[in-house]
């Protein structure tokens, strides 16, 4: 039995049937433009969330996190209903409750997670939560989808059961991507392309500096993004802000009624280009110069959207002032994750340079890995 399964059998007292992992992201551009039906291009880490499982025919969920302190939760199938919050726990009870709905054939479990993705660091340890727990049951109870219908269901547990009005690109990083490729997800079509991003074979790394910072404004914060950009689409007419055409910018924020909807709208048809702006240039080998179009993106989140905070701000302007081919804030916001595009060989100067600018930052480099994938 593997390590995962012995700390199973510790907690539930039994083998588990089988164990399952799914990734956390980063994203290397286009942010916050999946609500927006926009485009995305994020790649899966290596650092994942896995589960062990085991069915139960009681109609309970007894789930356990290595992480997480509280001890097993054990919940009623029954009694879940979204908006019941149950810690941690509330992630995996939305997935079940989520598959239950949508006429899945799916029961009772007992689950051990353990995790290396860092909780509250922007990398979605929350959807690679979720997109583990929705596989192992999927798989353990004969219940066939595709992997974006996977995501699209842990989306829906996020927004309805848990009531965070997310997109859908993290869980379908955390399930879809391909190891050694950034996933071009277009958002409206749910069209999928894996773009390769062979970063080692260019001399070059991606650094991801988890500034461990979370602003307590986030979540309210996000929604009201969410509903300002709706807002300004409405305002022009528009079944969203992808729709206002990268030439057509200025006219469209002529038309808008306030300064804050022009800052949305600027932002988001700015980053949309800026996402096939960077799969133009990684399609043709040119790697490197996608640096100063991340860093572009930067200050669009920061100026614009208004999304960064001071710590992403330093990570981003120190790991620059030291040659950092480009860098910016990654995920939604306010705390969380920076990246920076550094050629190897400055690694160790970029890296010193962070640390001493925020010692609490954590850092480490990172390679486009596979997505969700069952173990054992
Ligand atoms: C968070 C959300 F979960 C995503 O859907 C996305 O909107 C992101 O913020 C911003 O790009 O990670």
Known sequence: MTDLGIAFKDVHGRAPEGSWAAPGRVNLIGEHTDYNDGHVLPFAIPQTTRAAVARRDDGLLRVHSADMDGGVVELRIDDLAPGAAAGWATYPAAVLWTLREAGHPVGGADIHYDSTVPVGGGLSSSAALQVVTALALCDLHGVSMSRQELALLCQRSENVYVGAPVGVMDQTASACCAEGHALHLDVRGLEQRQVPLDLAGQGLTLLVADTRVKH??????????????????????????????????????????????????RHVVTENRRVEDVIALLDAGRIRDIGPVLTAGHLSLRDDFQVSCPELDLVVDTALACGALGARMTGGGFGGSAIALVATADVPAVTAAIRSALPAARLFPSTPSGGAHRLS
């Open 216 to 265: 307590a404004h986030a979540d309210g914060a996000y929604a009201s993004l969410r509903a300002g950009c709706e807002a300004a689409a409405a305002a022009l007419g528009l079944a969203a802000l992808r729709d206002v055409p990268y030439a057509g910018l200025s006219d469209a924020l002529d038309a808008l009624p306030d300064e804050r909807l022009r800052r949305l709208t």
